[in-house]
């Protein structure tokens, strides 16, 4: 089973700050990495595919980086309704699909 | 538009069983793979079972394999799952999900979820 390790698990920020997430994988996942946003009582909503690939209809502001076991998430200014859960998710070892524990991304 | 809307949710007994439905509507469901992903209370997400769009294959995590079964009804767009020996680590939000292309393996759309409680 691939391990996906999110870090920070909370990050503090204000709105217009830049959030910077992290994923790192316990072997290569090349890009077969997808990046979530879940708000309180809602469904995941995809943001990001393939390591770097937004998904229809996601901000620019959104934006994926990384290969193999290291991945970031970056929200360049941070607007209100930004404020949530991220999971990311790989595939790479498909049909073992895996998810990272998440990171909550909080109103400092 | 593309909706996924699950049902078949409730409190059952350890050792019990449910079966849930996800109805698809706003894309040719016949062509995509299809996801069962839960989420434990305060937790975060589980994959659990995939089937292939044309129901040829299944997969199972190994939490689930072998008390779990995936299926589909491509006639009437609609995706299931059957929980049988429920235990009490299988309470959760249960959410379809369809396949981004194809069989990939990452999800553009989720249902809104149905919560399974298991508990005497």
């Known amino acids: 089973e691939i391990v996906l390790t999110q870090s920070p698990a909370t990050l503090s920020l204000s709105p217009g700050e830049r959030a910077t997430l992290s994923c790192r994988a316990s072997?290569?996942?090349?890009?077969?990495l997808a990046w979530y946003q879940q708000k309180p009582g809602q469904a995941p909503r995809l943001l990001i595919y393939d390591a770097s690939n937004r998904a229809t209809g996601i901000p620019a502001r959104f934006s994926g980086s990384g290969s193999g076991t290291d991945f970031t998430l970056t929200i360049s200014s941070l607007e209100p309704e930004d404020f949530a859960v991220y999971y990311c998710q790989q595939r790479s070892n498909w049909p073992l699909l895996t998810f990272g524990g998440g990171t909550k991304v909080e109103i400092k | 538009q593309v909706q996924l809307v699950e049902s078949g949710g409730g409190v059952v007994q350890p050792g019990g069983a449910l079966r849930l439905s996800c109805a698809a509507s706003?894309?040719?469901?016949?062509?995509?793979?299809m996801h069962w992903v839960r989420q434990a209370p305060g937790k975060g997400l589980e994959w659990v079972a995939c089937i292939r769009y044309d129901a040829t294959n299944k997969y199972y995590s190994d939490s689930v394999k072998g008390r779990f079964t995936i299926s589909r009804d491509n006639s009437k767009n609609t995706l299931y799952l059957q929980m049988n020996s429920l235990r009490a680590e299988d309470t959760a939000v249960y959410y379809c999900a369809k396949d981004r292309i194809l069989v990939t393996g990452d999800f553009d759309y989720w249902g809104q979820g149905t919560l399974v409680t298991v508990s005497s």
């Open positions: 706003g894309f040719t469901f016949s062509s995509y793979g």
């Open positions: 072997q290569s996942v090349s890009s077969f």
